[in-house]
C-alpha cells in the first residue's frame, strides 16, 4: 500500500475484506497490517531477513486507490523452498503486538555455520 512520506517503502497489509457504497463507488479494504522489523519495539535484529515482516494485531480500514498491487508473504518453511526469491515475495515468522511489542512465538531457531541455536526474539 501506498505510504503518506513516498520517500518509505510501500506498505504491505492483508486484505480481510472490500467493501464499497451502493453505486460501486468509494471502496474501502479493511486490512491487517505486517510490520517490517525496523517498525517494531526493539527494531531489526541480526537474525532478521531482509524480506521478513511480522503478521501484526493492528487492524484499519483504507481506501482502495492506495493500493499499489500484490505481493505474497510466504511460511518461512515456504519461503525457503522457493526456486527463486522475486520482489514480491516476503515471509513471516511471527505475529506480533504492536501495543505491547511481544512476539509470538517469542523464540525461534536459528541456523550459525551449521549449528542450531535458540534464539530469545528481542531481549
Same mark, same amino acid.
Given at each position: 500500500? =501506498?505510504?503518506?512520506?513516498?520517500?518509505?517503502?510501500?506498505?504491505?497489509?492483508?486484505?480481510?475484506?472490500? &467493501?464499497?457504497?451502493? +453505486?460501486?463507488?468509494?471502496?474501502?479494504?479493511?486490512?491487517?497490517?505486517? /510490520? +517490517?522489523? &525496523?517498525?517494531?519495539?526493539?527494531? =531489526? =535484529?541480526?537474525? %532478521?531477513?531482509?524480506?521478513?515482516?511480522?503478521?501484526?494485531?493492528? /487492524?484499519?480500514?483504507?481506501?482502495?486507490?492506495?493500493?499499489?498491487?500484490?505481493?505474497?508473504? %510466504?511460511?518461512?518453511?515456504?519461503?525457503?523452498?522457493?526456486?527463486?526469491?522475486?520482489?514480491?515475495?516476503?515471509?513471516? +515468522?511471527? &505475529? /506480533?503486538?504492536?501495543?505491547?511489542?511481544?512476539?509470538?512465538?517469542?523464540?525461534?531457531?536459528? /541456523?550459525?555455520?551449521?549449528?542450531?541455536?535458540?534464539?530469545?526474539?528481542? &531481549?
Amino acid at each position: 500500500m =501506498r505510504p503518506a512520506d513516498q520517500s518509505k517503502p510501500q506498505y504491505v497489509s492483508r486484505i480481510e475484506r472490500i &467493501e464499497a457504497d451502493a +453505486r460501486g463507488g468509494n471502496v474501502k479494504v479493511h486490512v491487517r497490517w505486517y /510490520y +517490517r522489523p &525496523e517498525e517494531s519495539i526493539g527494531g =531489526r =535484529r541480526q537474525f %532478521h531477513g531482509s524480506k521478513e515482516l511480522f503478521l501484526s494485531d493492528h /487492524y484499519d480500514v483504507q481506501s482502495a486507490d492506495t493500493i499499489e498491487g500484490k505481493c505474497t508473504v %510466504h511460511s518461512f518453511k515456504s519461503y525457503t523452498k522457493l526456486d527463486a526469491v522475486g520482489n514480491d515475495d516476503f515471509f513471516c +515468522r511471527f &505475529e /506480533y503486538n504492536s501495543s505491547t511489542g511481544s512476539f509470538n512465538p517469542d523464540r525461534v531457531a536459528v /541456523y550459525v555455520n551449521f549449528l542450531l541455536i535458540s534464539v530469545n526474539n528481542f &531481549e
